[in-house]
Every structure is written in C-alpha cells, then in structure tokens.
C-alpha cells in the first residue's frame, strides 16, 4: 500500500467515526441523563464549530485472545484509540465526551500547546467532567509521531490513568514528506490487569559493566516496596498469534511506529533475521538513522524505523523476555506465501544506546544549570515506594522557574535502582550526554535515565506556562516523582 492510500483509508475511518460528532453538532443527540452536566451553553447567535475528531471515554470489553477478554477504559470502543492524524499548523477541534463517573484528563503528548489545553491538572487544564464533555483546540505542531493518553491521577486504584485502555496515536504530518516506505503500520505496547507484586517485572538483569555513575556510595538497606505487575501483554488490542499476522511482500520497507503505552514497564524488541533503521525518537527525525537488532523503548516513548523485509519466512517480532513474549508482546510477522510456524529467536548480543543517532556537533554553552536528584524511598513488603525530586515529593515549593528564551541545562541524577522515563510536557529537549558519551541533535520529550545513571539535556525555554516535569510510570508518578516548572 502507498502513503497516499492509507491517507485516504485513514481520512475514511475518521469519516465513519465522525457521524456520531457530526449527529451531536446538528443537535441529533440525545443526552441521557448522565450526560446534563455538560459544558456552559453556546452565546446566543454563536455557531459552534464542528469537531474534526471526537473521543469517547468509556468502559469497553477487549478480546485480547479467543478467550481472553478484559474489561477496561477505552476511547471509542478502540485499541488503541482512533488514529488522529492531522497536518502541521492544522487548528484542530476535537471534542471528547466522558462516560465515566470520574473526571479525566486528556494529554496530547509531544504537542506544543498551552497548560490550558495540554490534559495536565498540574498545569490547570480542567477536566472532562464526568459524564460531561469538553472542547481541546490547538495547532498541530511540531511534526511526527505523537500521542494522546489519560492523564488522571490513579494512586491505589489499578483501573485508572494509564492503567486502562485510554491512548491512542496522533500523526502530525508535514506538507511535504517524501514518505519513502510501501507500508505504514502502527504497534502500541501494552500490558493489562495490573497489579500489585513484590516482584520487579521491569528489570532486565543489569550487564555488569554498566556505568553507575550516581550509585550511592551506601547500599540501600531499606525493604523495597510493591511494584506494578501484569499478567497479559499485547501488541495493540491482541495477543502473540491472537489477530491478524502483519502481511509483507520480500523487497518492502515497512515503516514502523512503536509506541510504549506500558503504565510500569519498559520494553525491549526484535524481529529475528531484520534490522530496525531508527529513523525518529520520539517523533523527532535523528541526525544519524542507524540499524539496529534491538529497539528498547519505554513508557511514553516512540520510536520510528524503517525495516526492510529481505528474509522470506514468518517471523515474531516480539518482546526479549520469555515472559512478556509467551503472555502476549509480540505479532507474527509473514511474508506472502509462506506458511510456516512462527520462528523466534533471540537477538545477538545488544546495547541500546540513545547516543549513536546523534552527532558530535557542540552545544552551545546554556544560561542556566539546574541538577535534577532522584531518589526512592523504599517502602516495604506492603508498602508503596515514594519518589523524591532534590529531596522532597510533590509538590515543591516555589518549583522550577524557567525564563523565556533561555537555554538550560538539565542534569538528571537517577540515585534509584530503577530506571525512569523522564518526560517533560510541552517542550522537548536535546540529549547532551548520557552516562558520560556524549551526543547532539537527538531532539526527545521523554528519556530513560538509566539505574544510578546520569543523562544531561539541554532545553531552550520557549513554551510560557506551567510545565509538568514527571517519571513516566504512573506509580512513580503519582507518589511523588513530579515538578513543575512555570514561566518567571
Ligand atoms: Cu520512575
């Protein structure tokens, strides 16, 4: 399939999705009676503008396999949620209409818009009321592979926030990409029914010879506190050989967009006998596209890369550990006519390293220098682990304050024995050195900073308003592992 086809198969899903939008903006709905705390009335003589994308948050059921079906939180009954997909500079409406008795935020993750919009409490975006709805307008921007997720607070409560179903891609396309590729396809990681274990399901065991360069000089004594588990992976809404295999011809270039909707886990993947060309971190294309076995990603990460289909055969692209793999993480890979079982084998030996898509260009020298330490306090065989920035939980007092135009320079100080993926909301950021190699040009807005590891960005303030700063893994996140950053 060209681009251009699946532009129009992508235009003719939105239509179809959209004659429930198109009903309500001709007044066609009828609210049930959940539905009458809606936002404030139209002015008089005001004509509201029809949505060009509409979410619908609501409890859905998931056949993750034959016999396999879950119950969560979804956006239009789909997982993941509809593909929006919008060009550069696009003013866009999108309506979403909460069925749920909770108030849910909706956060455009990559987008550079105002706290107003950007689906953050923190930042002052108000909420879709439950059984309400509420407008999100902004200009899309910048280009790439974007993304859009519940951004609710969950704490205790494992069928929250990004422990449901509610994410989804959103593509911001430039007028003129060449699009080199014969076939697009979209995998959002995942895990379901979370929770709550003494056992870390994250962890991959560790290669000694990583550097370590803010492991404490004291070992940690303290008990370690409950993590986040799964029992059942997927990729999209199905199981290893539950759906559709992904059908190739030999000689395409089938361009891949892998999304970590993970709430806890960072995930590694392969597919045996091909290469990943990493053409784009989050989004934002690399200066230096290299191959690669192994694409590690972690929550709220993408990463683009092209795989040219040079090995007849059926093939798993799937997660490197057993676990993950044989409980769901992964998607039969076939060539056309070719009939055999599924081979996996496990990748050559791999380091994933941010640094390679970089160059070795200098920074110039920042205005600023702010050190950023992260700590955990362990909390016990029945407790839940706290998560310390410069020694205290959120919220701080005065927070982070950034000055329009300034170029800072953020050093991220990772003193726990987990890595955390580090995001910043409605900024990016270049990578300057991660555990002591340096790179420039790798533009991200999420970043693993590996266990007792070190990873220096640097970030020109040029988005006033409140910014959220946080550890992607919802449980990090909501026990503390936040700052905020607002405009002096
Ligand atoms: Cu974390």
Redesign the pocket.
């Known amino acids: 399939m060209k681009r251009r086809d699946f532009v129009r198969l992508g235009w003719a899903t939105m239509i179809a999705t959209g004659a429930g939008k198109l009903r309500h903006a001709l007044g066609e709905q009828v609210p049930g009676p959940a539905q009458q705390a809606l936002a404030a009335p139209l002015k008089p003589g005001a004509i509201e503008r029809a949505a060009d994308f509409s979410l619908q948050i609501a409890p859905m059921m998931v056949e993750l396999a034959p016999q396999v079906v879950i119950s969560t939180i979804g956006y239009s009954n789909k997982i993941p949620g509809p593909l929006l997909r919008m060009r550069e500079g696009q003013s866009v409406v999108i309506e979403v209409v909460n069925d749920t008795d909770v108030p849910e935020y909706v956060h455009w993750h990559g987008l550079f818009v105002p706290s107003e919009v950007d689906g953050a409490e923190e930042e002052g975006t108000p909420p879709v009321p439950p059984h309400g709805r509420r407008r999100y307008q902004f200009v899309a921007n910048p280009v790439g592979s974007r993304w859009y997720h519940s951004h609710t607070a969950a704490m205790m409560d494992l069928h929250r926030g990004s422990y449901t179903g509610q994410f989804g891609f959103l593509m911001i396309d430039s007028a003129n990409d060449p699009g080199h590729y014969d076939q697009e396809v979209f995998l959002a990681l995942r895990e379901w029914q979370y929770f709550l274990s003494t056992v870390d399901q994250d962890e991959m065991a560790a290669d000694p010879n990583d550097p370590r360069p803010e492991k404490p000089a004291r070992p940690e004594l303290r008990q370690n506190g409950l993590e986040v588990s799964a029992p059942l992976y997927s990729i999209n809404d199905r199981m290893l050989g539950a759906g559709d295999p992904l059908r190739v011809q030999p000689g395409q270039r089938v361009l891949m967009h892998l999304l970590n909707a993970s709430a806890a886990q960072i995930h590694r993947a392969a597919l045996p006998g091909h290469k990943f060309q990493v053409i784009a971190l989050d989004g934002n294309p690399v200066p230096a596209p290299q191959p690669v076995d192994v694409i590690e990603i972690a929550p709220g990460e993408r990463v683009d890369a092209i795989v040219e289909m040079n090995n007849p055969g059926v093939w798993i692209l799937g997660e490197l550990r057993n676990i993950a793999r044989q409980s769901g993480m992964g998607i039969v890979v076939e060539y056309a006519n070719q009939q055999q079982r599924a081979q996996w084998t496990p990748p050559p030996k791999w380091r994933w390293d941010y640094t390679i898509f970089g160059t070795t260009s200098p920074h110039p020298a920042p205005d600023q220098t702010i050190d950023m330490v992260f700590e955990k306090v362990p909390g016990g065989p029945s407790g839940i682990n706290h998560?310390l920035v410069n020694g205290k939980e959120y919220p701080h007092d005065g927070e982070f304050v950034f000055r329009q135009g300034r170029r800072y320079r953020l050093v991220f100080r990772n003193r726990s024995d987990?890595s955390?993926?580090l995001h910043f909301h409605r900024h990016r950021f270049e990578l300057v050195e991660v555990n002591g190699k340096t790179t420039a040009g790798i533009q991200k807005d999420t970043v693993i900073v590996p266990a007792f590891g070190r990873v220096t960005v640097d970030l020109v303030a040029d988005q006033p308003g409140l910014t959220l700063f946080h550890?992607?893994?919802q449980q990090?996140?909501d026990f503390g592992?936040r700052a905020q950053f607002r405009y002096a």
Do not use: G, K, T
């Open positions: 998560w987990d955390h993926p550890c992607h893994m990090h996140m592992f």
